[in-house]
């Protein structure tokens, strides 16, 4: 049950899209369809962004979006803002029980 | 609106048991959809799920810290608590209660952190 692999960081000018991987085993992100994506600026609470890999919560912008393939989601942020630099993590069930990623620093050069 | 907050002791001794409890506000803890989290995040480094309780009792935790938690509700009172054993320096971090749907995702509803430091 180790912690699911995201990349350390990721960046891209105002505008431009980002896509955050986070890759796991056929026991959690590809068994289930349960994968979650939270945002935490510095010194604040996480914020969900994505569940069930491709749903936004009311109140999210339709910049973020999710995706899945095999054991391996995904996050993209379209249109990136100087708001969205903060931390990513993932998370999925992983039956019975639930991992994160190690978090990813999106920024916006 | 539904609050959730966190209170305990700030400092534990090592070898001692942390004690958290999160008081739920606004919104009954005995609801059918949801379970209730908790998730620690070590200074400076990312999210860990430490464990989740359901109204009626049945828990579920980390492989990893299994040994050492309990997580329990009191619907009297509204609230859950999380029990941790056994402490050494690695366990400082600050400590979140959340709500969680159906073991899915942590939605909308999470404490403001509790920071507990292992130190003698």
């Known amino acids: 049950q180790s912690a699911l692999t995201q990349p350390r960081s990721v960046s891209g000018s105002p505008g431009q899209s980002v896509t955050i991987s986070c890759t796991g085993t056929?026991?959690?992100?590809?068994?289930?369809?349960?994968v979650s994506w939270y945002q935490q600026h510095p010194g604040k609470v996480p914020e969900l962004m994505i569940y069930?890999?491709?749903k936004r919560p009311s109140g999210v912008p339709d910049r973020f979006s999710g995706s899945k393939s095999g054991n391996t989601a995904s996050l993209t942020i379209s249109g990136l803002q100087a708001e969205d630099e903060a931390d990513y993590y993932c998370?999925?069930?992983?039956?019975?029980?639930?991992?994160f990623g190690g978090g990813t620093k999106v920024t916006v050069l | 609106q539904l609050k959730l907050q966190e209170s305990g002791p700030g400092l534990v001794k090592p070898s001692e048991t942390l004690s958290l409890t999160c008081i739920v506000s606004?919104?009954?803890?005995?609801?059918?959809?949801?379970?209730w989290g908790w998730i620690r995040q070590p200074p400076g480094k990312g999210l860990e799920w430490i464990g989740s309780?359901?109204?009626?009792?049945?828990?579920y935790y980390s492989p990893s810290l299994k040994s050492r938690v309990t997580v329990s509700v009191d619907t009297s009172k509204n609230q859950f608590s999380l029990k941790l054993s056994s402490v050494t320096a690695a366990d400082t971090a600050v400590y979140y209660c959340?709500?969680?749907?159906?073991?899915?995702?942590?939605?909308?509803?999470w404490g403001q952190g509790a920071l507990v430091t292992v130190s003698s």
């Open positions: 069930d890999v491709s």
């Open positions: 309780v359901y109204y009626s009792g049945s828990t």
């Open positions: 056929s026991s959690d992100v590809g068994g289930y369809n349960f």
């Open positions: 998370c999925s069930y992983a039956g019975n029980y639930v991992l």
């Open positions: 606004g919104g009954s803890i005995s609801s059918s959809s949801y379970y």
């Open positions: 959340a709500r969680h749907g159906a073991l899915r995702f942590f939605d909308s509803y």
